[in-house]
């Protein structure tokens, strides 16, 4: 078989360009640290890598709802917890009655009732992040409609105990943040708790209203009764809270567990192993070395050197 002239240089050439492109290769991964540049380098590992970026997108919302919802329900176990000790006094105050003599003495405690009522009120209405947060869905605008006097104090609507001082006039429900794909929660307290809310506030100003009356006997049992049974809902409620926090801290910690867990196998399928690589890299690199010392003593001989 005849072999012409440009036989060795051609298949010479086509062997050094495939070492040189391995040498290529094999310097840019050590380079990146990155096994995987192109899908085409290993289109099943790059279908997982493409597949498990994706998980980290969607992981990367859920936590970003779980610190939202997280918030929301610290500034809301907050308002109940100053709900509470609010509550706390004030049913104080209902049993301190029965031991007053005088009306001055009532009329003190009216008046400490009537900043109390001015601070649940405030609570009620309190905003996070330029949301009212105890409006439930309808978060726009304020969710306790205060009625007021003429000189500007809370009071029943028609100054005798009959209608309302304050009103709900927030949603029945409020919002819910999707931790996970197939878990939600709602951190806000929903439209009958905050109607709890503004029970208490109008058992307050009862309770005011009564005292400032000055009759010893104004304070009855029911007032106490109805102050006693809103200190139940107020604990029942922050206790409610406490479970949703208890739920967002569990899937706040699942989340970064499951998002730690996807880097790692992101970084097992792309990464290269350095030490692997460089010690590759020097064999391919002394491969081509000794390839072109190899053509060159070829490529230096003639018909001479066997005459």
């Known amino acids: 078989m005849r072999v012409t002239n440009n036989t060795y240089p051609d298949t010479l050439l086509n062997h050094l360009q495939r070492i040189s492109k391995q040498m290529n290769t094999l310097q840019t991964q050590a380079a990146s640290g990155q096994r995987i540049t192109k899908i085409s380098d290993d289109s ?9 970026q994706e998980e980290k997108e969607k992981i990367a919302q859920f936590s970003k709802n779980a610190s939202r919802a997280q918030n929301i329900n610290n500034t ?18 209902a049993v301190l009655a029965n031991d007053l003599q005088g009306e001055a003495g009532l009329k003190a405690y009216a008046e400490e009732l009537d900043e109390m009522i001015e601070q649940a009120v405030r609570g009620a209405n309190t905003k996070f992040n330029g949301e009212y947060i105890f409006g439930g869905t309808a ?3 304020e969710p306790f409609a205060v009625n007021l006097d003429a000189s500007g104090k809370i009071q029943d609507t028609d100054g005798a105990g009959a209608g309302a001082a304050v009103t709900y006039t927030g949603a029945s429900e409020g919002p819910e943040f999707h931790l996970s794909e197939s878990g939600k929660v709602a951190p806000f307290t929903d439209g009958s708790t905050n109607q709890q809310f503004a029970d208490f506030i109008n058992r307050m100003v009862t ?35 406490g479970s949703v926090q208890l739920r967002i801290e569990f899937d706040i910690n699942l989340n970064q567990q499951r998002y730690t867990d996807l880097e790692e196998n992101i970084s097992s399928e ?3 192993d350095l030490s692997q690589t460089i010690v590759r890299l020097t064999q391919v690199q002394n491969a081509y070395q000794a ?12 018909l001479l050197n066997y005459i």
């Open 291 to 302: 390839s072109l010392q190899s053509a060159g003593r070829v490529l230096n001989s003639s």
């Open 76 to 93: 809301t176990i907050s308002q109940l917890q100053n709900f509470v000790k609010i509550s706390d006094r004030v049913n104080e105050i």
């Open 44 to 52: 099943a590992a790059s279908n997982r890598i493409l597949n498990m």
């Open 270 to 272: 792309a990464d290269v």
């Open 207 to 241: 309770l005011r209203d009564a005292m400032e009356s000055g009759s010893l006997n104004a304070v009855n049992e029911t007032i106490r009764a109805d102050l006693e049974t809103s200190e139940d809902d107020l604990i029942f409620a922050l206790s409610r809270q």
């Open 139 to 141: 978060s726009g605008s």
